[in-house]
């Protein structure tokens, strides 16, 4: 349980908000009593119902690679969902009471794990209709991130081959969706107990990692979306063929392929998602005509999020964890 520091003020103008106070594990949040943000002009007030619990939570965690040179206490979270409690000067596209989802301010932490979030209100759409907050609060960066490298990076379409790494994954899972829905076929690496799910997903083929190569058995593919990152980068440089494209989500090192991709005919490149209104509502269609849907792996309240970071570290879960306010 995360040790809380209780408000000094207890009005209307108070909120709780999970935040980290030095580097270190999951230990080192705790949930402090603050004031609730107010919109500024094109900003809107969202009442957290569900916020996303992301690798980038454990990642700035440990070190603050997100957070730019700032200085603790660092605010977490990216994934909202909820109601919008006001709205900014300027903003026509919501209002009070509206229900949305988001993930504002990224690769700046919006703060979603609290129970208010100000933000730019066209970092939100709508909250699909055939889904909860819950539901909601696990789509957007991992849905983004999956659009943004299949979509908007490789222009996967209709006859591509697509492999996906860490296909069971918060992205990967998704991603296998988007692909399937945009008409690729869909090749997932990921271990044999995970295959089930992903069929069920839509996924063409499957790749035990832990008893195969995929760089010895599959070829010609058009884009490679990578969660894993490290050896993944050159084994995938050659399931490629000539003009394909290799999109990493993991932040590249000495080691990325850059030279080899250009040297083999083929691109290589890093993506880290930002807030996008149109993708949103691209993928919020999607949702909402049942070729998109999220697996939630485990649902903690706010208090916990150091429990809901613990399981999340272990690298192993299936689908989205999310906190709930």
């Given amino acids: ?22 580097a270190g594990g999951p230990e080192a949040l705790r949930v402090v009593g603050t ?26 965690e440990g070190c603050g690679t997100f957070h730019s040179g700032a200085k603790p206490p660092f605010a977490l979270g990216f994934d909202v969902s909820g ?11 919501f209002r009070p009471g509206d229900e949305v989802f988001g993930m504002p301010r990224c690769p700046q932490p919006a703060g979603a794990y609290a129970d208010y979030v100000a ?48 296909a069971a ?4 899972h ?27 997903l839509g996924a063409d083929e499957l790749i035990d990692y832990t008893r195969e190569d995929f760089a010895e058995t599959v070829h010609d593919v058009d884009a490679v979306l990578d969660a894993v990152g490290g050896p993944y980068w050159e084994r995938s440089l050659r399931t490629l063929r000539p003009g394909g494209t290799l999109v990493t989500i993991v932040p590249p090192d000495k080691t990325f392929p850059a030279e080899q991709a250009r040297a083999a005919g083929v691109h290589a490149t890093f993506l880290f998602a930002e807030p996008d209104h149109a993708g949103l509502r691209e993928i919020a269609a999607l949702v909402e005509s049942g070729q998109l849907r999220v697996e939630i792996a485990a649902v903690f309240p706010l208090a916990e999020a150091c429990r809901a970071h613990e399981l999340g570290e272990t690298g192993h879960t299936t689908g989205k964890i999310v906190l709930t306010t």
């Avoid at 109601?83 to 596209?93: D, F, I, R, S, Y």
């Fill in 1 to 22: 349980m995360l040790q809380i520091t209780h408000p000094t003020r207890t009005d209307r103008f108070m909120m709780r908000a999970v935040v980290q106070n030095r």
């Fill in 169 to 172: 994954g918060g992205v990967g």
């Fill in 174 to 200: 998704l991603a296998v969706q988007i692909a399937k829905a945009r008409g690729a076929h869909v090749i997932g690496t990921a271990s044999r107990g995970k295959h089930a799910f992903l069929r069920r």
């Fill in 83 to 93: 109601v919008v409690a006001a709205v900014g000067p300027g903003v026509t596209l």
């Fill in 35 to 60: 004031v609730r943000p107010e919109p500024a002009a094109t900003e809107i007030l969202v009442q957290v119902c569900a916020a996303g619990v992301n690798p980038t939570a454990w990642k700035t």
């Fill in 119 to 166: 933000a730019p209100a066209r970092h939100f759409a709508r909250r699909p209709a055939n889904v909860d907050h819950v539901q909601a609060a696990g789509i957007p960066l991992a849905a983004l991130t999956a659009w943004q490298a299949l979509v908007d990076t490789a222009d996967v379409g209709p006859g591509k081959r697509v492999l996906i790494h860490a």
